[in-house]
């Protein structure tokens, strides 16, 4: 069904905090430029080809893009996936400081498309859009951003939100065609943007036959695009690997055993029906952990624990080295070829699952080819 593409693994870099115990009303080890670039040299060390900077107002402290710029500066391999949301930048003036930031890193620039799903965090900063008005002022950003990425001759454009007279940039990227857009969505609208726009189209963590469902139904949409480049699909999700299940399993409980009372109050207080969230995706992920076990288990090995204390990519692989690497390898057969995976504290498990993991993934993939 799908081509033998060039697997592409990539890290995760905290911009809140970090540790090892979740839930705590302050992380273990604050956020800081210097963490950050330890983790990125250790992606390097380990195989990794990008590490994300992720995008959040409402608890994060670190700017993603500031951020990015100065760790690329002291960097050498790694590149950096920067978290961007439309709604907060002026589609030419991102796109010329893509540009740059392509320069300075020499190619290493990547960007992950947030468009949003908290309106109460989207209207901190002035924007009262509705969800399907976000995701077609998306469509526009992505769209401008790529054609002056790909010529020098100036244009106008006449869109819903973006009216640009004779709109260019002086020089083009160092990566043909600028910075891939990586980009996730589950909502109908949001798959749709996706299937013109992406070059990877990503995915949290769901039970294989829901991404399998997932994937089939993208793949039909682009094919209605009539796109002329394929869409890469891949998966953010967590990594709790250990030398047996049982340690991992063991671990991945430990992980939850200091959970503040008023932590896990907030976390549930954005889960109930009247809270106003427009995320498909993260409805989704409070559905599938709804369907846990009491021990927090989707299916064998899928855990939704960390889903407990937070939004987002709630998901954890927890297992074995050889069985997490397993099911790595049966996300691949569905026809994912890139991950953004983690695990707390990153720095550490960065090291942990380059090491013990990515080998026998990488083994495991070649005899399959």
């Known amino acids: 069904m799908f081509a033998k593409q060039k697997l592409e693994f ?29 983790i990125f040299k250790t992606a390097e060390r380990f195989g990794f080809r990008q590490v994300l900077i992720g995008m959040g107002f409402n608890h994060h402290i670190m700017e993603a893009w500031t951020l990015a710029t100065a760790v690329l500066a002291l960097t050498l391999n ?45 209207a901190m900063y002035g924007d009262y859009l509705d969800h399907d008005s976000r995701y077609r002022r998306t469509r526009e950003f ?13 244009f106008d454009y006449e869109g819903e939100f973006y009216q640009l007279h004779q709109t260019r940039l002086e020089t083009l990227p160092l990566q043909p065609s600028g910075p891939l857009f990586y980009f996730g969505g589950a909502s109908e609208m949001a798959q749709q ?5 992406a070059d990877v189209y990503l995915m949290w963590g769901e039970a294989r036959q829901q991404l399998a469902d997932r994937i089939n139904q993208m793949q039909q949409l ?3 695009c009539g796109r002329r ?37 907030k976390a549930r207080a954005t889960e109930f029906p009247n809270t106003k969230r427009e995320s498909v995706g993260q409805s989704r992920q409070w559905k599938l952990r ?69 080998p026998l993934v990488r083994e495991g993939y070649l005899q399959r080819k």
């Open 193 to 197: 943007v996706g299937a013109e726009f």
């Open 78 to 122: 790694a590149g950096a996936m920067v978290a961007v949301r439309p709604g907060f930048y002026s589609a030419p003036v991102l796109a010329k400081m893509a540009l740059t930031l392509d320069c300075i890193s020499k190619g290493r620039l990547s960007l992950n498309i947030v468009t949003g799903g908290r309106p109460t965090e989207q």
């Open 222 to 224: 682009v094919s209605n």
């Open 229 to 265: 480049k394929a869409v890469g699909y891949g998966l953010r999700i967590n990594i709790i690997a250990r030398t047996t299940e049982i340690e991992a399993r063991e671990t991945a409980r430990e992980m939850l055993a200091k959970v503040s009372p008023q932590v896990l109050a």
């Open 290 to 358: 709804g369907n846990a076990d009491e021990d927090w288990y989707v299916e064998p090995l899928l855990w939704a624990g960390i889903s407990v204390v937070r939004s987002g990519a709630g998901m954890a692989i927890v297992g074995s080295y050889q069985q997490v690497a397993e099911r790595l390898l049966q996300y691949i057969d569905l026809g994912i070829t890139v991950f953004i995976l983690s695990g707390y504290p990153h720095l550490e498990e960065c090291e942990n699952v380059g090491r013990n993991v990515l």
């Open 10 to 38: 990539n890290w995760c870099a905290p911009v809140s905090g970090d540790g090892f115990y979740l839930g705590l009303p302050i992380w273990e080890r604050p956020p800081s430029l210097e963490y950050t670039v330890e």
């Open 142 to 154: 992505m769209q401008i951003c790529r054609q002056l990425w790909s010529t020098t001759n100036p």
